[in-house]
């Protein structure tokens, strides 16, 4: 009984490693708006808290932070990007600093704690796309699934 007790007690620790987001990444803001419904009136969402991800598209460094671009995704439970091929649109995630492009590299999941700053029109391609841009306070850069 002893050695029963023990192994379940200790899949019950593990179990609730694994189900946790990382500590950067755990703060879920009460209203967590979708990026469908920031990008139908950013302006109105501008200080808004917001736990978004997806996957690198694209990372521009400037001479004081850096904007990364990504294909956003739902999150799990654990605040990782689902990998499917849905997505409902593209934001900025603006880091104070230097990322390097080689670790932040393109397709690889990240997921972002912050708030909405403001937004860009880009073109993607041949098209004019609006971009919620997220100050980021909190992030996680996760590894990338083998395929």
Known sequence: MQKLNTILITLAILSGCASKPPAAISKVPIDNPSLARV????????????????VI???????????????????????KPRSNDRSDGRFIASFEGFIDPVVYEVGRPLTVVGSIEG???????????????????????WKTESR
Do not use: C, Q
Not at 124 to 136: M, N, R, S, T
């Open 57 to 79: 598209a694209k990372v521009e460094n400037k001479a004081s932070h850096t904007w990364i671009e990504l294909v956003r995704h739902k999150l799990s439970d654990r605040g």
């Open 119 to 141: 937004k860009i029109e880009r073109p993607i391609g041949e098209y004019d796309y609006l971009f919620p841009i997220v100050a980021v306070e909190g992030s996680y850069l």
């Open 39 to 54: 990008r139908m009136d950013i302006d109105s969402f501008v200080g808004a808290e917001v736990r978004w991800g997806g």
